[in-house]
């Protein structure tokens, strides 16, 4: 079995071994960002050759238009002469590069941009240094959003509330209990329950029933949104998820294309878990902020104006560079099972009032 080899699963079974069973939050945390064995934090997991694909390696339209996106956004903010360009989990720095390149275009807009990217990855982080060299514009890199310094901000963040870790709860005989990450008959990682119950989980439903809750986008949320009511700002959250709370886990892992055992290898599969954009929404209104959405990903784009952009591309391009560009447009926008288009959802949050903000049918106009 691989698990034995592998580093960060015998860290794990010593640190349960010592402290007992963990939640699976700190489990999918310590999987993902172990400062030295963690999924993200020892590899480039992107492309064909590595473990999944995103938007912004499908075309370069997805970073440009979120880039004209921003341009907008800052005009109906009051265009402040300086701001922060916030990305969260920038990945290999591509939606940057092509954001920054189409942000030339509005030249005042360009010019006010102090890009931050929230990066907990050193070796992702280099490959986003050199995806930005010569793009013009200040670079910081944070780990964490309490790093930024005040201001105006505009934050983006694609594929990265999925990777923010979740808590499982399972409704008993008892009431809800947590379920825990501990040791098999055998010491492999195997799930388990909390002798505890959780008294404060009213939520109504059968045994058996499992609770998702995105532990780590919850805390996030409430922390962005707040910074945006009070210093001014807007952010768009684009991910794979569901808009209404219901019971079920999505906690999953791949692994070079292949769905395999979330305990099996923890820091060589991707765990990911479905953004739940109620509660993310919830959140935010929670501190005060206005949100708009969530709405599919084709929409989102088709609003943006992909449609014109892809007819741009193919003006210089080659019958073959053509058809990549189509093939890009079907699979970020088109509504099938292996295309982005309705699968991802698009939120945004803004401080109240703001209007006009592009992709989204303002709120009074909606049914
Ligand atoms: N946005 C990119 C990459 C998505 S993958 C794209 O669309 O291609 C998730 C990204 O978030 C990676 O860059 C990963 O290293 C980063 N990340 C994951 N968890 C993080 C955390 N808790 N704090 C900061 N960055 C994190």
New binding site residues.
């Given amino acids: 079995m691989s698990e034995a080899q592998n580093d960060l699963g015998a860290e794990i079974r010593e640190i349960i071994a010592h402290e007992g069973p963990i939640s699976v939050e700190r489990y999918m945390g310590l999987a993902?960002?172990h400062p030295t064995k963690g999924y993200?934090t020892t590899r480039n997991p992107?492309g064909a050759q590595g473990d999944f694909i995103?938007?912004?390696?499908i075309s370069q339209m997805f970073g440009e238009l979120l880039g004209l996106w921003a341009a907008q956004v800052w005009i109906q903010l009051g265009a402040p002469a300086k701001f922060l360009l916030v990305e969260l989990?920038?990945?290999?720095g591509a939606?940057m590069a092509d954001a920054l390149r189409a942000a030339k275009a509005v030249p005042e807009f360009y010019a006010a941009i102090d890009v931050h990217l929230?990066?907990?990855?050193d070796i992702?982080a280099e490959l986003q240094r050199e995806a930005l060299a010569g793009c013009g514009r200040p670079v910081t890199w944070r780990r964490t959003i309490d790093d930024l310094p005040p201001g105006p901000a505009i934050f983006l963040a694609?594929?990265?509330f999925d990777?923010?870790p979740v808590r499982h709860y399972v409704k008993t005989a008892e009431g809800w209990r947590e379920k825990l990450v501990g040791l098999g008959e055998e010491g492999q990682l195997a799930f388990g329950l909390s002798g505890e119950t959780e008294p404060y989980l009213k939520a109504v439903a059968p045994e058996g029933s499992i609770l998702e809750i995105g532990a780590g986008a919850q805390r996030l949320m409430p922390q962005s949104a707040v910074r945006i009511v009070t210093q001014n700002g807007a952010a768009l959250a684009i991910d794979y998820g569901y808009d209404h709370t219901g019971f079920g886990e999505t906690l999953q892992a791949v692994k070079a294309h292949e769905f395999v055992d979330p305990l099996a290898e923890p820091g060589e599969a991707d765990l990911t878990a479905h953004v739940d954009f109620a509660a993310l929404t919830r959140a935010a209104q929670a501190a005060n902020a206005q949100t708009l959405g969530p709405i599919s990903q084709g929409e989102f784009l088709h609003e943006l104006g992909i449609l014109q952009r892809a007819e741009a591309l193919k003006g210089g391009a080659s019958a073959e560079q053509a058809e990549d560009i189509d093939s890009a447009l079907a699979r970020l926008t088109g509504a099938g099972e292996n295309e982005m288009g309705e699968l991802f959802k698009v939120l945004a949050i803004t401080r109240r009032g703001l209007k006009d903000v592009p992709g989204f049918v303002p709120p009074e106009d909606m049914a």
Avoid: M, V
């Fill in positions: 993902l960002t993200y992107f995103t938007a912004p390696d989990g920038p990945g290999r939606l929230i990066e907990a990855s992702l694609n594929e990265f990777a923010l």
